[in-house]
């Protein structure tokens, strides 16, 4: 369909692989430098096993096989990049992200009002993605107010891996390797589901991470298209408490850009000191899952979880956040 490739994804439950054919104007180059304004947390670094010790991936994710992994010390942002602060970066440069020079993006079908906006097709394997015209990161459900301002404390979304370099750039930051992210997003624990133990929840039942819920929704995953809910489907990205080191969210809410290309097999070969990626691949690695990751359909909001996309690709469902080097 029109806005979407027609090869079956990977992990089309996560988010959809843009048309690679659509025509999409060049952005403007990023000339100037601005102020990163999002919390730091320093990171020491040092070895970890990286990857799946409960076999509880999909195969063709390339989980394993576990393996020894050395990153030096790093910085990460404590949250995904805002809406707020991606609003500075745009205030600044005139940038135009890949959605709004494209005039579409994907969007959750149940976020989707069919009778008043412009929907152009949906994901072949994933059909509760729809391709919804004048959907962007100011316009995360398609054409209407300019929510920058509602949702500023929320993660940015609609912002392809592209658009992340962009802002970088600005920012004189960078994407964390998958690597960076993994040892990160472990919090100090090693062989754990998540950056805080093996449980989705608290004992008492507080949730540690934001993912499908349907008693939010009002039905399982997939939801039904226009089934709408009252608030934003992220949550602010200090909403829930941080792991062992200071970082929030890295289990749900949005995925998360890093620098790597994907290939299924690259855990066979990986060098064991600051692996980044593969040399050739035409898609890049999303860690971490979202508010869209059900147990039901998909568990890749366990902190060893992988998925990927097209560099081109954007949903209302991806952000990213970025490190430096000490």
């Not at 992994?69 to 970066?89: I, L, P």
Request: charged share 20%; net charge negative; proline share 8%.
């Amino acid at each position: 369909m029109k806005g979407f490739a027609d090869r079956a994804q990977a992990a089309p439950c996560c988010s959809p692989t843009a048309d690679t054919a659509r025509a999409i104007p060049d952005a403007l180059p990023v000339t100037t430098t601005g102020t990163h304004r999002v919390a730091q947390r320093p990171l020491a670094g040092g070895r970890f096993d990286m990857g799946d010790a409960h076999s509880e991936g999909v195969a063709t994710d390339g989980e394993t096989p576990c393996h020894a992994v050395t990153v030096a010390a790093f910085t990460m942002d404590e949250t995904t990049v805002r809406t707020s602060d991606f609003a500075a970066f745009v205030d600044d440069t005139g940038y135009r992200t890949t959605a709004e020079r494209a005039g579409s993006s994907a969007v959750f079908h149940a976020l989707v009002d069919p009778a008043s906006v412009d929907v152009l097709g949906a994901a072949p394997a994933a059909p509760w993605w729809w391709e919804v015209r004048g959907a962007d990161w100011r316009h995360p459900f398609g054409p209407g107010p300019d929510l920058r301002t509602d949702l500023a404390d929320h993660p940015v979304v609609h912002v392809s891996h592209d658009d992340a370099l962009a802002y970088c750039r600005w920012a004189s930051r960078a994407l964390p390797t998958e690597a960076q992210w993994e040892y990160a997003g472990r919090g100090g624990l090693e062989g754990t589901r998540f950056g805080w133990g093996d449980d989705r929840t608290t004992p008492s039942g507080a949730e540690l991470c934001h993912i499908y819920d349907p008693a939010r929704w009002g039905s399982a995953f997939p939801a039904h298209p226009g089934s709408r809910i009252a608030v934003a489907p992220t949550l602010p990205g200090d909403a829930l408490p941080p792991n062992g080191f200071g970082l929030r969210q890295m289990s749900g809410n949005v995925w998360e850009w890093c620098s790597d290309r994907f290939d299924p097999r690259w855990y066979r070969r990986s060098p064991t000191a600051d692996p980044s990626g593969p040399d050739r691949g035409a898609t890049r690695v999303l860690r971490g899952g979202s508010y869209l990751c059900d147990d039901s359909y998909c568990r890749r909001y366990r902190v060893a979880a992988r998925s990927h996309t097209t560099p081109a690709s954007s949903a209302g469902n991806i952000g990213f956040r970025t490190v430096s080097s000490t």
